[in-house]
């Protein structure tokens, strides 16, 4: 079956960069779009980045364009997201998504197969 597993999250301090990992398995990790998601406490689920199947088109929520970069590996079967710039607001859970579709979307229902999640918190 497909997982996927998340690392890279932490504690950083406002302005700060880290960068998230999600290694996947299961299936041809290059037949599919992949995606970054994010929540806090209270709140719904929301889309952040996804990359097509080749890594040559990307999309991202607005607040975070220009401060964050989804990437792939797909020899290594690894979805990366690069963040910098870092402010309260990105505060949250981020989650590694992947489903049937090659191409990109910020609908969550077109994700199937979600990672445990890795903790963000940014220090003002």
């Known amino acids: 079956q497909v997982q996927l597993v998340e690392s890279g999250g932490g504690l950083v301090q406002a302005g700060g960069s880290l960068r998230l990992s999600c290694a996947a398995s299961?299936?041809?990790?290059?037949?599919?779009?992949m995606a970054w998601f994010r929540q806090t406490p209270g709140k719904e689920r929301e889309f952040v980045a996804a990359t097509n199947w080749s890594g040559d088109n990307t999309y991202y929520k607005d607040s975070v364009k220009g401060r964050f970069t989804i990437s792939r590996d797909n020899a290594k079967s690894t979805v990366y997201l690069q963040m910098n710039s870092l402010n309260s607001e990105d505060t949250a859970v981020y989650y590694c998504?992947?489903?049937?579709?090659?191409?990109?979307?910020?609908?969550?229902?077109?994700?199937?197969?979600w990672g445990q999640g890795t903790q963000v918190t940014v220090s003002s």
């Open positions: 299961g299936r041809t990790f290059s037949n599919y779009a």
């Open positions: 998504a992947t489903g049937s579709s090659r191409y990109v979307s910020r609908r969550l229902e077109e994700y199937a197969y």
